[in-house]
Each structure stands twice: as structure tokens, then as C-alpha cells.
């Protein structure tokens, strides 16, 4: 019985003993001056949880570098590893079934592939709490709306380059994503 105690003890002390430096949404977004800067090399690791017809989840690694993404799409313990490339050419998707498959047309492939829109595009610049130049923009209370998507970033952190978000809310029509990213690498 007092090692079960024990056990929960340390459990508790673990889970209280967080690294990361966060901040509400009103902090965050007042201290993320992120839309005025070009952050060209990045990388993230995280949760996503995608909403619609049905709910999807994965464990995320992302990382970009000016125009070549590449995502790293998994379950609990590596279990069932998606890979996607986007570049300048289009995009690749491998399963890890020995077949990859091509596109030229990123958000499209993406629709066909999940029977819904991500704009995989658009998220490039929304996860480091930008919003996309060139493109209309209504600024919100926690977030912006830009080509009919909802942004709303709930928990900023901090970062060697300053506060990034930290969990994201996406959504458009009954298309819901959310982001929450435990760790930030910038170059």
C-alpha cells in the first residue's frame, strides 16, 4: 500500500516539476511580436488532435526550413509513422508501406488523403503565431481569422527567440485542429 502511495507521490512531484515557461493567451499574445519577423529555420515537437467526421490524433515533429517542410506524423510509441515532405515541387507522403505518393497540389493532396482541408500551406506560418502576408486578415482578441480559418492561440512560451505559441486552435465549418507543441527549436 505505501508503495502505491509512494508511487503516486513521485507521479505528482514529476508532473509538477514542468521545464517550460508558459503564458496565458493575453500575455503571450502581447509578447509574441512574431508578425513583423521571418523566422526561416524551425522545428516542433507535440500533439495534434484533428476534428471532423472523425477525430484524429498523432504525435508531431515538424520541421521547417524556408520553403521544404517535412512532418513526422506517429502514434504512442512510433506506431503507424506517416511521413510528409512539402517543397517548392509539391508534396510526398509515405506511409511506411514502401509506397509514396506525389502531388503537386499540397492542400488538395492532403483533402484527398484525409476527406477534409488542412491548410498545411497556411500552418507554416500560423504555428509560430504569423499570419500569411499578402492575404486578408481580421485581428481577433487571442488570434486572427485568415481564409475563413479561426486562429486562436491559448498558451504561449518561451523560447531562445522569444514567446512562440503553444497550443493552437484551428478551426473552419466542423473542421477542428488543435496544436499544443512541448518543445520549440529555432536556428
Known amino acids: 500500500m505505501w ?4 508511487g503516486l507521490l513521485l507521479l505528482f512531484s514529476l508532473l ?8 496565458d493567451a ?12 521571418d523566422i526561416r529555420k524551425w522545428a516542433l515537437q507535440g ?3 484533428i476534428k ?12 521547417h526550413e524556408d520553403e521544404t517542410d517535412i512532418l513526422k506524423l506517429f502514434g504512442a510509441l512510433g506506431i503507424g509513422a506517416v511521413l510528409i515532405e512539402v517543397n517548392e515541387h509539391g508534396i510526398m507522403l ?9 502531388s503537386q497540389e499540397v492542400d488538395a493532396f492532403i483533402a484527398q488523403q484525409i476527406g477534409f482541408v488542412v491548410p498545411l500551406t497556411a ?17 481577433q482578441a487571442q488570434g486572427f481569422q ?13 523560447t531562445p527567440l522569444g514567446v512562440l505559441p503553444r497550443k493552437i486552435k484551428i478551426s473552419k465549418d466542423n473542421i477542428k485542429l488543435k496544436l499544443v507543441i512541448d518543445q520549440w527549436d529555432i536556428e
Open 16 to 23: 509538477g516539476c514542468s521545464t517550460i515557461e508558459t503564458y
Open 146 to 158: 485568415q481564409l475563413g480559418w479561426q486562429i486562436r492561440y491559448n498558451e504561449y512560451m518561451q
Open 94 to 102: 509515405d506511409t511506411g508501406q514502401g509506397e509514396k505518393q506525389v
Open 52 to 63: 471532423s467526421n472523425d477525430i484524429l490524433t498523432a504525435n508531431i515533429q515538424w520541421q
Open 47 to 49: 500533439r495534434l488532435v
Open 123 to 139: 500552418l507554416r506560418r500560423w504555428v509560430v503565431g504569423a499570419y500569411l502576408q499578402g492575404v486578408p486578415v481580421l485581428q
Open 3 to 6: 508503495r502505491r502511495g509512494l
Open 26 to 37: 493575453r500575455q503571450g499574445w502581447a509578447l509574441n511580436d512574431q508578425q513583423g519577423k
